[in-house]
Nanobody, 125 residues
Framework: QGKVRESGGGQVQPGDSLRLSCAAP????????MAWFRQAPGREREFVAA?????????TYAESVRGRFTISRDNAKKTMFLQMDGLLPEDTAVYSC?????????????????WGQGTQVTVSS
């Protein structure tokens, strides 16, 4: 129904990996900054990672996930990915895909106009 749709969430143990996908077939995909946000119970939505429409610009990561998560995009397939390695219990949250048109990458939810419904990631033993 929406312009973007996430998939790939699940329940895993600490140290495991997951790969999230975000498909945006209706968008002029290559023109959008694509980002992941997450929201844990009792917390506000927080920025996770973003990949620019600029092919020469490196991805942007929240400090909490840098070195563990890898964001990427396939413009031909209009799909974005989030490879999550070394998952921790504190990574448990609903992960949402977002798309926004902007010159430079921004990390505020208000900067993104298209949102997915979210996919649950639960990390527990």
């Amino acid at each position: 129904q929406g312009k973007v749709r996430e998939s790939g969430g699940g329940q895993v143990q600490p140290g495991d990996s997951l790969r999230l996908s975000c498909a945006a077939p209706e968008l002029t995909f290559s023109m959008y900054v694509m980002a992941w946000f997450r929201q844990a119970p009792g917390r506000e939505r927080e920025f996770v990672a973003a990949v620019s429409w600029k092919v020469t610009e490196s991805p942007t990561y929240a400090e909490s996930v840098r070195g563990r998560f890898t964001i990427s995009r396939d413009n031909a397939k209009k799909t974005m990915f989030l490879q999550m390695d070394g998952l921790l219990p504190e990574d448990t949250a609903v992960y949402s895909c977002a798309a926004g048109r902007m010159v430079n990458v921004r990390t505020g939810p208000q900067d993104y106009e298209h949102w997915g419904q979210g996919t649950q990631v639960t990390v527990s033993s």
